[in-house]
Structure formats: structure tokens, C-alpha cells
């Protein structure tokens, strides 16, 4: 095993931040993500991969999750599972001191079930087709709602 091949090895079980694996990590997952059509920065990638958090504000919910490290995730396979189930989130978060805010114990009885990985680019896909097709039905119902407006106007002035 080659020298370089250790200290990578090393650097990775260390989990020592700054080194060469650490920052190939980072960017090899910003450019996958950015791929992937993700919006994230360079800077939120690489939070996410070193807290292993994925925290985001929704008008006043706050949620701040941890993927487990043993977990490989697509970013939009879990922003699409987090905002299809919202009541479910709100559900549990009476009894917390914040409006809209579970207790951490109430959030870890919230299960994920991960497929792998290729499952889960198949159901964004799926889903991406479905919000493309919903995206237009508004737009046509935007149209004709225009020009039922124009009729009347025309016709009753």
C-alpha cells in the first residue's frame, strides 16, 4: 500500500477535517449534487458532510435532522420525503416550548425508511415528472383564466 493511499485511509478514519480526503469528499460531493440540479453552495455541502445535518427554516418551523453516517441518501429523495408528510411532523410537535417545534425526543420516532439509492433517484425522477406536469396544468389554468377575464370585460364592460 502506497503512502499516499495510507494517509488517506488514516485522514478518513480520523475523520480529521481540512485534510486532502476531507476536502475531495466535499468536492466530489458538491459537483455530484450540482449534477443532480441541487442549489446548494459549496459552503452547505460541506457543512452537511461534516455534521452529517441537514438543517433548514420553514417560515417558523425550524427542523434540524442528522443523517446517520452508515445512511446514503439523495438530497431530493429526502427534501421530497420531508415536505410530503408535513402533518405528520406538525402532528408531534405539541407539547414542545415552540410553536410548530417537536420535542427531540418526539422527532427520533420519526422513522425514514431509505431504499437504495438507485431506488431513490427512480422516485425523484418519477416525482420531477409529475411536479413538470403540474407546473403546466397551472400554467394553462393561469392562461385561461386570463382570457375568461378578457371575455368579460368584453362583453359586460
Not at 37 to 63: D, H, M, P, V, W
Not at 116 to 137: D, F, G, H, M
Request: no cysteine; glycine share 6%.
Amino acid at each position: 500500500m502506497t503512502d499516499f493511499k495510507k494517509q488517506l485511509i488514516e485522514e478518513k478514519q480520523a475523520k480529521r477535517k481540512g485534510g486532502l480526503y476531507h476536502k475531495t469528499q466535499v468536492s466530489l460531493a458538491y459537483n455530484s449534487n450540482s449534477i443532480e440540479g441541487s442549489r446548494l453552495t459549496e459552503e452547505q455541502t460541506r457543512y452537511i458532510f461534516e455534521t452529517r445535518t441537514i438543517g433548514f427554516k420553514e417560515e417558523e418551523a425550524l427542523l434540524r435532522l442528522r443523517v446517520l453516517d452508515d445512511v446514503n441518501i439523495n438530497i431530493h429523495f429526502l427534501r421530497n420525503v420531508l415536505f410530503s408528510y408535513p402533518d405528520e411532523f406538525i402532528e408531534k410537535s405539541h407539547g414542545s416550548g415552540l410553536k410548530n417545534v417537536a420535542s427531540v425526543d418526539t422527532l427520533k420516532e420519526i422513522k425514514i425508511l431509505v431504499p437504495p439509492l438507485s431506488e431513490q433517484q427512480r422516485i425523484v425522477e418519477e416525482i420531477e415528472t409529475y411536479e413538470a406536469a403540474i407546473a403546466q396544468a397551472k400554467a394553462v389554468m393561469g392562461s385561461v383564466q386570463i382570457g375568461k377575464k378578457a371575455v368579460l370585460e368584453k362583453w359586460l364592460g
